[in-house]
């Protein structure tokens, strides 16, 4: 029994790199939420920013269902 090393250290990088790429983008959508209450507490309002932060949570969401698809599938 052999292990293709090459192929380990190719699933290792993709899973780091795409578990970094979920947890920023969700920072980003925390970040866009947190700017918007902030506006709204100086009486103004950031609708880019929520709609920025929506959008990074759905595509973070949409990232994760791929992943279960491409599991179970």
Known sequence: MSV???SL???LVVGV????GLVGLFTLGIAGL????????R???APAAR?????CFALAAAAVGY???L???
Do not use: F, K
């Not at 790199?17 to 970094?20: A, K, R, W």
């Not at 709609?51 to 959008?55: L, N, S, T, V």
């Open 4 to 6: 293709d090393w090459g």
């Open 9 to 11: 250290a190719t699933v």
């Open 17 to 20: 790199v795409v578990t970094l």
């Open 34 to 41: 947190s700017r918007q209450e902030a506006a709204v507490a």
């Open 43 to 45: 009486g103004t309002s």
């Open 51 to 55: 709609a920025g932060g929506w959008a």
């Open 67 to 69: 992943g279960i698809s």
């Open 71 to 73: 599991i179970a599938g």
